[in-house]
């Protein structure tokens, strides 16, 4: 047995397999091996895989396509670690990651952790604005991946570990995605397991590589929160309402124009004062123009997309029943 099992699905993204395992190879912890689970590919990444013998101790395995959930599971019942840990096909990983990890279980153990991600001084002018945006105090609260979390820590499978502890007690992800993530870390803290962040294990997550990709993904990710609700309730709380609050701004803003002037300034002083806030936050944490200025549009996108989102599968889940 090693000591870490690296779990990696893959649908579709040869490329972004080969970025990832070529960064595992440079990594100063060698005790793992590294598992890529085909998820019914139609661009298979079986000889970017063949590249890497001899390099890392790996293992491929194909599977009809099931989502990235499902594909998590497979890859963990392959698995001989005795700590799994779960990265998506389109991160980069640093050198010194495994050190940190194995540092930090050894000195303070966690049964399950989550890390941060970044934004890689490679990446597009686009995906270091999506990065920002996804981590800013003014979308997200700043609390993702940072160690103000609010409450319990939830981890989120771009950048998680688990124990093999955990996962013979959970069985492991109950639905393959909308959610999956989130709702495999409820079921972690219900059964009484240790979680927390791991700050200086981050990622380089890429993300999208357009503004529609991205609008797709938050979409997605709204959608996802009412989801989860259908298995724990009392997961959906006022604060996942907030992006959907924003959307129903920008409308009432815009109508206002048309029945209340007052109404109308107050909204353009609100979001006026928003765009203030995103461009000061990105220019102080890029020093980028142009990163700031795409920032305030992926802002836009983000939190539209996922309040538009969350609202659909909310009126989805009202008319089923």
Request: proline letters at 2%; aromatic letters at 14%; charged letters at 20%.
């Amino acid at each position: 047995m090693c000591k870490y099992s690296i779990v990696i699905p893959v649908f579709n993204r040869p490329q972004e397999i080969d970025e990832l395992l070529d960064s595992l190879t440079r990594q100063d912890y060698k005790e793992f091996e590294v598992i890529v689970v085909e998820d019914g590919s139609t661009l298979p990444c079986r000889q970017v895989i063949k590249k890497y013998d001899g390099q890392l101790v790996m293992r491929y395995v194909e599977k009809e396509h099931s989502g990235q959930g499902f594909s998590r599971n497979e890859g963990f019942k392959k698995a001989r670690g005795k700590y799994f840990i779960v990265f998506d096909s389109d991160c980069i990983i640093p050198a010194d990651y495994l050190s940190i990890v194995d540092r930090h279980l050894s000195e303070n153990y966690l049964d399950a952790y989550g890390g941060p991600d970044r934004a890689h001084e490679d990446f597009t002018l686009l995906q270091k604005a999506i990065s920002i945006s996804m981590t800013s105090v003014f979308t997200t609260g700043g609390i993702r991946g940072r160690k103000n979390h609010a409450g319990t820590f939830h981890p989120r499978s771009f950048n998680l570990g688990i124990s093999r502890e955990v996962f013979e007690a959970t069985g492991g992800y109950r639905i393959t995605r909308m959610g999956e993530d989130i709702e495999l870390s409820i079921r972690i803290i219900n059964e009484g397991f240790t979680t927390g962040l791991i700050s200086e294990a981050f990622v380089y997550h890429k993300r999208r590589t357009s503004l529609m990709h991205f609008f797709k993904q938050l979409h997605f990710f709204g959608r996802a929160r009412i989801n989860v609700g259908r298995f724990h309730p009392g997961e959906v709380r006022f604060v996942h309402i907030l992006p959907l609050l924003f959307v129903a701004g920008i409308l009432a803003t815009v109508l206002a124009y048309f029945i209340s002037h007052v109404i109308f300034q107050i909204g353009l002083l609100f979001y006026g004062l928003f765009v203030l806030l995103v461009f000061l936050n990105a220019f102080i944490e890029s020093g980028d123009l142009l990163v700031s200025l795409l920032t305030i549009v992926a802002s836009f996108v983000q939190l539209s997309a996922y309040g538009i989102g969350f609202f659909t599968e909310w009126v989805r889940k009202f008319r089923d029943h």
